[in-house]
């Protein structure tokens, strides 16, 4: 702030928000308002201000500032103080989630009790505003793009964006699809993640899978566990889910030999979609798996028949069936594919589970996600298209 002017007016405006002191602090052009910046400050410093600030700068947003409970004996030190001319702005900072909205309640308390005010009489004194880490760096992010557009890039305010980046990524915006000048796959999944995560929040019984290496939500039929989402290194988007995963989700839909839509619309367009083979080998968890097309097969593997006859658990002394079943119906080396030497002949394994299944992707280009993701401040849009996405697997992707 004591460095970087702009930086400083962008914050200020929106703890101001509009207010009528703003204009009073800067539309004299004769007059030159008086600014200091303190840090870590005793409340008993603080007086004799006509108006204060209550400013909350937390990974959580501030609740009900007048709700709060007072403490009449507490001395607080402020962590950074404001004051322009008779106005200050008091703001309580912290690194992680922690609510301070009752910490700032009781130092503007003890600060306005040692000016013989009491706090719930000066309501018309003290605005409180919520800043938190998202909106302050959405700023710093818009500052800092803008000074070096005009060549004046400023080392505090990129070094303080660096910092906070190594912190906590989280607390920096996930700039809209739309408005990526350069190939930026990484910049692209933080957008997706940020409309997969109100997706799940707006959809009941969903929940959002808690894995790091992959991001999806979990699914409503009982042909598939989980819906995932990913950003080719082309920043296409890439839905994908796997019907009969597992042989009680195969129940499902080799009840009679399946079908799949081999295309289907979104929004009033048409998209492909691309429909893959897997075979998935498990036992407490997953274990290998084989990923194939069609044009690999010597003979159709995927049938009702098949699936009730062949699938299922197998202890080690009938694995020699499963390589007999691919050996007959592969036309490739699987073996080599799925590890099957060192991943189960050599392992203390003594059971295997065996599932055959599908893996189904849908593509989204990158130009219409352009398209329709354009504010910073509206998920909506992409949001919307990963629904349609979710509605479409669940109702539109399987022949009836």
Not at 115 to 122: A, I, K, W
Not at 154 to 182: E, M, V
Request: some cysteine.
């Amino acid at each position: 702030m004591q460095e970087d002017a702009l930086f400083l007016h962008e914050v200020l405006k929106i703890i101001f928000a509009g207010d009528e002191l703003y204009n009073q602090l800067f539309e004299d052009l004769n007059s030159f308002p008086n600014l200091k910046i303190a840090i870590q400050k005793n409340s008993k410093d603080i007086k004799g201000f006509k108006h204060i600030y209550a400013v909350s700068l937390s990974e959580t947003e501030m609740t009900d500032f007048w709700a709060q409970t007072r403490v009449d004996e507490y001395d607080p030190i402020c962590d950074l103080v404001l004051t322009i001319n008779d106005v200050c702005i008091v703001i309580e900072a912290k690194r992680d989630c922690i609510d301070c909205t009752a910490q700032l309640y009781n130092q503007i308390f003890n600060i306005l009790r040692k000016d013989g005010l009491n706090l719930d009489d000066c309501r018309d004194k003290v605005t409180d505003r919520d800043l938190n880490w998202s909106k302050l760096m959405t700023v710093a992010v818009k500052v800092s793009s803008f000074e070096r557009m005009s060549g004046n890039k400023n080392r505090f305010l990129t070094d303080f964006i660096k910092l906070i980046k190594d912190h906590n990524p989280n607390w920096l915006p996930a700039t809209p699809i739309g408005s990526l000048n350069s190939i930026n796959a990484d910049a692209i999944y933080r957008r997706v993640r940020m409309a997969v995560e109100h997706f799940e929040t707006s959809k009941v019984g969903l929940e959002l899978l808690s894995y790091n290496d992959r991001l999806g939500t979990t699914f409503s039929k009982s042909w598939a566990n989980e819906v995932l989402f990913h950003v080719t290194k082309e920043e296409d988007l890439v839905a994908s889910i796997y019907p009969g995963n597992t042989k009680g989700q195969g129940w499902h839909i080799f009840h009679k030999d399946p079908e799949f839509n081999q295309e289907v619309v979104l929004n009033g367009k048409s998209y492909p979609v691309s429909i893959g083979c897997h075979i998935k080998f498990s036992g407490q968890g997953y274990v290998t798996g084989l990923w194939f097309d069609e044009d690999k097969l010597k003979k159709k593997l995927y049938t009702q028949k098949n699936f009730q006859n062949k699938t299922g658990r197998y202890s080690k002394e009938n694995w020699h069936e499963i390589e007999a079943l691919l050996d007959e119906h592969l036309d490739y080396d699987w073996r080599k594919q799925c590890d099957w030497k060192s991943k189960i002949l050599d392992s203390n394994r003594t059971v295997i589970n065996f599932a055959i299944g599908y893996v189904v992707e849908l593509a989204v280009p990158r130009e219409t996600l352009r398209n329709i993701d354009t504010q910073i401040q509206d998920i909506g849009p992409l949001t919307k298209l990963l629904g349609d996405i979710y509605d479409t697997f669940e109702n539109d992707l399987i022949k009836s």
